[in-house]
């Protein structure tokens, strides 16, 4: 692409694999506090400089340069991490401040293995230290050679100005709109950023207005209908392809779009009158008692004008970086707690925070002289009339992340520290409470929520759903008068809040809480002592651990040991493999946590959908079908080798238990277990650890009794086994309530695996999620299942509900739930048969 004043092209640095912000192991650059840009893991040892401009700065310590572009965009390129503690000692610069640099000129050589041996990681940052005023996109995101294209530089009044039409072709097309509830925010984030990968500008059009669709608001403003139908155009040098892409993108519903469902009218509730009780909507379910706490709105004082513009405006762009990076942390831990819900609404709060709209609309008051405080407060306030005046419900919820992102500027603009101090067990009442608020109030250990405003699609409803906060909205103004730590009950599966409890309703639901409560702190007391049924059948109750601080967490909370350790969490998120040293430690430690007890310990499961930044595997059409678990181990040997001979270290090893992931047939146990008795011989180890295989496929459960004559005992995923069975993705919120581990043929599959492994005399255990619900454990024990891995906080209550159980009565009735019609049907027998307390 040429580069004119407002776009560059920037050129790579450095040769090596390209990486993004979020995977470089810096909490700072991958916050994105430092800015936009990008990473570069070196394989050259010399510096060069990405475009042609201005050294404007130099580090005291040689390791890293700053190179403004003549369109002003201001590059940072940082030579590793904490390299400045290296003190200049490898690094030779070449240039000095103020000299005028030609694209491509060396700017600093190293070297490569002094610095790296040194130093944290020789990953090199390229970033935009002006990001508010410029927007970046990467060309590549694989391995690039210095010289070759790696990142546009797009000036924001740029994209601010798409719409004025910079020539070129121009495409066109029409197409019904298939998200449900229409062009809400998140489906009107996915058209930004479809239409920000092409060099075109591209807007859509309806009901005789436009919006360009680099503006999330101004598409949410066109308040587009699901199947509504839209005009879509297109102009620049890649026009054709950004509308095919455009077109696609809006008639394809998001897969778990499950936010836009059931939308809350705005329309004034037709509340039924009770004296004593305010009525509103559900918006996560649940009944708790507890003193109200109100929580205040921030107000602004009134504003004389007057205002430098110039101050003002950087003020105001430092209090938006701040947010910026304060999302960027909130988005990272999302990713890292794989929190899909979380991660899709602050990455909508993120491109809103960038929208056009908002900030042209600030900039403008601010140049005529506003406070920035007042100017961005008045940009909101006008957006949220606009979204509100659609007469879409759905729409004018979404105004409540707008005030989010008022609050969350004002707070940076007034330095106000962004805390609220609520007593823990406290019912929050307020207008409107807004994700942030959200996270912060559940990290304080509040009992429940409730709203003047606000709708039961909002995304603060599906963040308290998540939490297991009892949440009611649309309660009305009244709600607000109330005093302050006045005792009331939430009913949020009734739409009730309860202002004048008398003693004796306060003393039910406390009473409904404490029974909870005692319930679990007894079966906390009997966690350590073995489970066995009435009738006197030791079940194993172990845990599902990824670390061994969880096994440590399993066993204070009783575990019997480890039925799966996911060894995935020590390959993840780093940039080279572990070798078989630092996997042996983190093996034993696991084994360590766990006193006399053994832990089963999977070999990795991988590949898929889960890739290894150090291990490029191609693409997979159906990555759920492809090179994963033990067939990656295959195409990979030297990994699973690696990890064999760390866990063939671990000291007892007669405590240790190989899993392996993913088998379809029996050669490919042959095929392990062959190489671990060669490995035993050449590391002199007489008695080879037990091998166990998961049943998670179909195959599998269908050859249990030829894989149990040769494995030592089995151990069911029902997660990848529910998946294949019924062929429902195991993450797709869509199909969530039907991919039911309960299912009739998964029953049909878990009962052949029983009886498999018995004509070997195997023990057959679960570590699925299945074995972690209350429901299933009859049923599971009934069908010959001996061990259950569990969540480590459920093992009390796992432990409690075997020794209500008679394994012949559950063997009995679990026969009969083969024959049921579906896994609702299985779910109400077993209610029927064994309640739950
Ligand atoms: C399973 O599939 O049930 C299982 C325990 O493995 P994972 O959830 O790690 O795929
Ligand atoms: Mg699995």
């Known amino acids: 692409m040429p580069d004119n004043n407002k776009e560059l092209t920037l050129s790579a640095p450095l040769s090596g694999p390209v990486l993004t912000l979020a995977n470089v192991p810096d909490a700072v650059f991958a916050s994105g506090a430092m800015g936009d840009g990008i990473a570069i893991d070196p394989l050259n040892d010399t510096l060069y400089s990405p475009c042609a401009g201005v050294v404007i700065h130099v580090a005291r310590s040689s390791h890293a340069v700053t190179v403004r572009a003549d369109n002003g965009a201001e590059i940072l390129l940082h030579l590793g991490l904490d390299t400045v503690e290296l003190n200049g000692e490898g690094f030779a610069m070449l240039v000095k401040e103020s000299d005028r640099v030609s694209l491509g000129q060396p700017l600093l050589r190293y070297d490569l293995d002094k610095v790296g041996q040194h130093c944290k990681s020789l990953v090199s940052l390229l970033i935009l230290t002006n990001s508010a005023d410029f927007q970046v996109r990467p060309i590549t995101l694989k391995a690039v050679k210095v010289g070759e294209p790696l990142l546009h530089v797009i000036a924001r009044n740029t994209v601010a100005a798409n719409t004025e039409g910079a020539g070129g072709p121009e495409a066109s097309g029409q197409v019904r709109v298939a998200h449900r509830g229409g062009l809400h925010a998140r489906p009107a984030a996915l058209i930004r950023q479809t239409a920000q990968g092409f060099n075109s500008q591209s807007e859509l059009h309806f009901n005789g207005k436009s919006a360009p669709c680099n503006s999330l608001i101004g598409l949410m403003g066109l308040a587009i209908g699901e199947q509504d139908e839209v005009q879509v155009s297109c102009q620049g040098p890649e026009a054709n392809a950004a509308l095919q892409a455009l077109l696609s993108a809006l008639a394809t519903a998001l897969p778990d779009d499950h936010h836009a469902q059931a939308p809350v009218s705005t329309a004034p509730l037709k509340r039924p009158v009770e004296a004593g009780v305010l009525h509103g909507v559900c918006a996560a379910p649940g009944l708790v008692a507890g003193p109200l706490f109100r929580l205040n709105a921030m107000t602004l004082p009134t504003d004389a004008g007057n205002h430098d513009p110039a101050q003002q405006q950087q003020i105001f762009e430092a209090a938006l970086n701040a947010v910026r990076s304060e999302i ?77 992102l008022k609050q969350r500027v004002l707070r940076a603009l007034l330095g106000e520290a962004w805390q609220y101090e609520v007593p823990a067990g406290a019912i929050v009442a307020a207008l409107e409470l807004t994700p942030s608020d959200l996270l912060q109030l559940s990290a304080q250990g509040v009992a429940g929520l409730c709203m003047a405003e606000g709708g039961a699609t909002s995304h603060v409803a599906i963040l308290a759903r998540g939490k297991g906060l009892p949440c009611l909205v649309a309660l009305g103004a009244e709600l607000l008068d109330q005093p302050q730590g006045q005792a009331v009950v939430l009913d949020a599966d009734g739409g009730r809040l309860e202002l004048a409890p008398n003693a004796e309703r306060l003393a039910e639901v406390q009473q409904a809480q404490t029974e909870r409560q005692r319930r679990r702190e007894s079966q906390q007391a009997k966690a350590h002592l073995p489970a066995e049924t009435r009738n006197g059948v030791h079940i194993e109750v172990v845990a599902n651990v990824a670390s061994s601080s969880e096994a440590a967490d399993a066993f204070a909370n009783g575990a019997d040991g480890v039925g799966l350790l996911r060894t995935e969490f020590l390959f993840v998120d780093r940039q080279t493999a572990p070798d078989v040293e630092e996997q042996r430690a983190a093996y034993q430690a696991v084994l360590d946590a766990m006193g006399e007890h053994s832990v089963i310990i999977r070999t990795i499961d991988v590949g898929g959908d889960k890739q290894l930044d150090y291990l490029p595997l191609p693409a997979e059409a159906n990555p759920v079908l492809g090179l994963r678990g033990i067939r990656l181990a295959q195409a990979r040997p030297e990994i699973l080798d690696q990890q064999l001979r760390a866990l063939l270290q671990v000291k007892p090893l007669h405590r240790c238990r190989i899993l392996l992931p993913m088998v379809t047939e029996v050669d490919e146990l042959l095929h392990i277990r062959q190489r671990v008795d060669q490995l035993c011989l050449e590391m002199g180890i007489t008695q080879r650890p037990e091998i166990g295989v998961m049943i998670e496929v179909p195959a599998a459960a269908l050859q249990a009794e030829q894989l149990a004559e040769h494995a030592d005992f089995l151990s069911i995923g029902t997660n990848d086994l529910s998946q294949y069975t019924l062929a429902m993705d195991r993450d797709h919120a869509g199909l969530a309530a039907r991919v039911d581990a309960l299912h009739p043929a998964l029953l049909r599959l878990i009962a052949m695996t029983c009886e498999g492994a018995a004509v070997h005399k195997r023990w057959v255990g679960v570590c699925g999620a299945l074995a972690s619900d209350p429901l299933a454990t009859p049923v599971l024990i009934g069908l010959g299942v001996s061990e259950l891995s569990v969540s480590p906080v459920q093992i009390g209550e796992i432990k409690d509900r075997v020794r209500q159980l008679h394994q012949a009565e559950c063997q009995r009735l679990s026969r009969d739930l083969l024959k049921l019609s579906s896994a609702a049907a299985v779910r109400h027998a077993c209610h029927q048969y064994w309640p739950l307390p």
Do not use: V, Y
């Open 328 to 404: 960027a942390a909130t988005l990272a831990q999302a990713k890292k707690h794989k929190n899909a819900d979380e991660e899709a609404i602050f990455a909508a709060h993120m491109a809103l925070l960038e929208d056009p709209a908002l900030l042209d609309a600030a900039q403008q008051f601010i140049a005529q002289g506003t406070a920035a405080t007042h100017a961005w407060s008045q940009s909101i306030d006008a957006q949220c009339d606009m979204l509100q005046g659609t007469g879409s419900a759905l729409l004018a919820e979404r105004a409540n992340d707008l005030r989010d």
